[in-house]
C-alpha cells in the first residue's frame, strides 16, 4: 500500500494536518497501550536493569509506511532488539508538514526518516501493532508538540528529546525560551498521562552535537532537562550519554547518572542510563567499525547502562541498509554475553574520575537550580555563557567552550569560556591538557592553524586509531 | 580606543561549525568583537548584519562543503546595491574535488570576494591589510 496521503484542514504551515480534534482522547490512548499486549519502553528498561543487561536499540526511519513497517519487522526478526525506533524525517522535525507531505507523495524514498505526523496516528497504531517490542521516537525538533500528540494517540511509550538538547544541535535561530516551552508542554501532558496509568519514557539526548562534548556539559544540560521534565510530571527520565572513546572517562560518566539523579531529582521518578555507541567520525574499515560497536557496548555494560543506541559498519557511509542495521544489532547484543563478567575496568581512576565530573557538574547546574524561574535563568546563562556548549549550531548559546582530547584519548576543555567551573578543576584540565603537550608543543596556545589541526585530529580520533589517517577534513 | 568588529558566518549551504568556532574563538581572543552567524548563512543575512553593524571592517565567509560559489551567487548584487560595503574574505575548501581548479578562486573574485584565504591562520594579517588599505583609500570611513 503506497496510496496518496492527503493533509486534511491544515492549510497554515506548521500546523499538525488533521487537527488536535481529529486525535484519540489521552484516556483511549491510555486504554490502547494497555491493551497492546505489549511492554512499555519504561518496563523493558526496568526490566533490563533488575537483570543487569543492556537492552538494545537501533535508529531506523524510512518515508514510507509500508517500507518502515518491513524495516521495523526485519530488524525484530533478524535481531530481536529490546526496543525499536521510528527515525522522524527533517521536514516533520520541524514542522515542515506540508514538504513532508509532498515529498511522501513524490517519492517516499526521498525523505530521510518516517514523516510520522503526516502519515497520521492510526498508521503510527498499526507499525506498533506490526512488532513486539516498543517503539520511540527520536528526532530533532525544537518544538515536538504536534509530534508529540500523534505520538502518544499512535501508543508509542517512549520520546527523545528536550528544550536545549533538540535545539543547539539542531537549529539556528530558535530562541531557547521558545523550546523550552515547547518541551515543557510535552512534559506536561506526560504528566497527564503518568496520573491516568501510562509512564512515558522521556530519553534526553545529552549527545548534543555528537563533536567532542566534554562529560559534564552533556550532563549537566541533561540534569537541567530532566529537573525540567521532573518538574512538569514526567516519572521516566532516560539520560542519554554519548561515547567519547575513553574507557575510564565514558564508564565514570555513565556511573555518575544514577548519583545526579539521586542529587538532583525528586524520589519516585525512574532515571536510566543511556548509551550512545560513538556519534562521531567512524572508521569506514567493516573490521573496524565492528571493533568499536563492539568496544561501545561494552562500555556500556561496565558502566552500568540500562540502553545502548547502536551504530553499524556502515556508518561511515551515511544511513545503514537493513543488513548493516540488523548485524550492528548483533554485535552490540554479544556484549550482554555472561562470558564477559571478566571484563573490568580500574575502580580506582573510574571513582577519581566520576568525583571530577560530579563537581564540574554541580559547578555547572547549580546556581541554576538555585533560582526560582530554571527556565528562564537556562536561557539566561546559554546567553552569558555560563551555561554552554562547544561548535553549537544554535545562536543561542555563546559556544566559548573549546574542547580538546588529552594524551589518553578523554575529552578535557581546553577553553572553559565562561562556565562557572571551580579553579581546582580549571588547572586540572589545564594539567591534563599540558603535561600532554610533548607532541603539539605548547598545547596552550597553540595558534589558530595547529590549533584546528590538532581539533580535526581530536575529531578523526577512530579513524587514526585504526590507521585510516587518509581522511581529511573538520566537521 | 573602539574594537574591532568583524561579521562571521558560514555559507548558507554549509552546516560545519567547528572551523567556524575556532576563527570565533581565535579572532576574540586577540581582541575582535566577532558577530558570528554561524552556519548555513545566506549572503542576505550577511547583508543584514552590515546594516546592524555597519562599523564591521570585513565580512569573513568560510565554505567547506565545495559550494562557496554556488552559494556566494547574490554576492555580486549585494555589493553592486552597497548592502555590503566592506571587504569579503572567504576561506575553507572552495571547490569540490580534491584537486583544486585555480578558475575557482577566479569565479569567487568575480563574484565580489576580495581576498581568498587559505590558512586561516593568515586571517589576522589579512585583516590588518584590509583596514590599511581601506582607511588609505577612504579617510573619512577610518575607525578613530
Known sequence: MSGKVVLLGADRAGEAPHGNR?????????????GLGKPTAAQVLQKARESGRVAIQPRCGVGGHEEMK???????????????????????????????????NRDPKDLNGYPLVTHGWQRGRDLNESVAAPLEIRHGSPDARALFDVSVASGITSFEGGGISYNLPYSKAVPVAESLAAWEEVDRVCGRLAELGLIVDRELFGTLTAVLVPPSISLAISVVEAVLAARAGVRC????????????????ALRSIPLLARRYLPPGVQVHAVFHEFMGVFPKGRAHAEDLIFYGALVARLGGASKLITKTYQEAYGIPDTRANIEGLRLAARANSPLLDFVAVDADRVAEELEWILAEVADIVEPLLEQADLKAAV??????????????????????VIPKRDAEGAIRYLSAGSLPLSGRAL??????????????????????????????????????VFGETDHEGTS | MQQRKIILGVAASDAHAVANHLIAHALRGIGYTVVNLGTCTPVEEFAEACREHPDAEAVVIGSLNGHAHEDLR??????AEGAIRCPVVVGGNLSVGSRKDPSALERLRRLGVDRIVSDPAALPAVLDELRAARSAAEPLLAVS
Open chain 2, 74 to 79: 547574490d554576492l555580486a548584487a549585494a555589493k
Open chain 1, 70 to 104: 518491513a524495516l521495523l519487522r526485519d530488524l525484530e526478526t533478524e535481531a530481536a532488539p529490546d526496543l525499536l525506533t521510528l527515525t522522524i524525517d527533517s521536514h516533520t522535525r520541524l514542522k515542515r508538514f506540508e514538504q513532508a507531505l509532498r515529498t511522501l
Open chain 1, 237 to 252: 527520565i532516560s539520560v542519554a550519554y554519548p561515547q567519547s572513546g575513553h574507557l575510564v572517562q565514558d564508564v565514570a
Open chain 1, 379 to 400: 536561557a539566561d546563562a546559554l546567553e552569558r555563557g555560563t551555561l554552554d556548549i562547544p561548535f553549537s549550531a544554535s545562536r543561542y548559546a555563546k559556544s566559548e
Open chain 1, 22 to 34: 481529529a486525535l484519540p482522547s489521552l484516556e483511549e490512548s491510555v486504554a490502547y497501550v494497555a
Open chain 1, 427 to 464: 588547572r586540572r584540565n589545564d594539567a591534563l591538557l599540558r603535561r600532554d603537550a610533548r607532541t603539539g608543543g605548547g598545547a596552550a596556545d597553540p595558534g589558530l592553524r595547529s590549533l584546528l589541526a590538532d581539533l580535526t585530529g581530536d575529531i578523526n580520533y577512530f579513524l587514526t
